[in-house]
């Protein structure tokens, strides 16, 4: 399928091009990132950041995973993505400079919307996210989109070294209000 953008008040998602490769090596030297998504290893180099552009290519070719660059002001401040494999689910980041701003809500909310518009013929029934246990800012911010808590588990992708970590789990279904839910391990 061919990359389509989405628009918030703030920001503007489009898919990643060779011209971000500089921004995403330089959000992806922070330590957080690789502690908390397996794929992002240090050293980060340039070359690590053009494959992931080209992952994400591929990904919106097949269909089976959307990545959009999450741009405010014209800058590359993260990415989020809904992969669509086993089952429907969203993961994110953002460069360390640009959190605190509420970001990430207002770009997921844009995925969910587009995801579960009645008239998207890709549309589905409803999207997953998980973190690993402990990663309260990921988890604040499923939860002020408004998907449910669903407790913990093995995550549903190994890390590097093939081991599904205990991780939190939630899920919103397109039915669902976008009002925060009770239930959450964290304030
Ligand atoms: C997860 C991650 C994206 C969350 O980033 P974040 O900065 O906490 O999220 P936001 O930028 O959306 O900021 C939310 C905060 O900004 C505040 N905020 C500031 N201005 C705001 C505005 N205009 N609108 C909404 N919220 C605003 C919110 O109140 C919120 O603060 P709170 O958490 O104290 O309530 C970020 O921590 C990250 O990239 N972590 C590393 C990678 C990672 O763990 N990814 C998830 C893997 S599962």
Known sequence: MDSFTLATPRLKLSAPTPDDAGAIREHCQDPL????IPAITQPYTLEKAREFIGFAEEGWHSGTELTWGIRAAGDLVGVISLRRVTADDIGFWLGARHRGHGYMPEAVGAVLDWA???SNPLRVESVGWECLIGNTASAA???????????EGPGRRADSSGEHPLSWRGRIWAADSREEKPGWPVV
């Open 33 to 36: 990132l690789s502690r908390y």
């Open 116 to 118: 579960f518009d009645p």
């Open 141 to 151: 911010v499923a939860r002020k989109c408004g998907f449910t808590f669903e407790g």
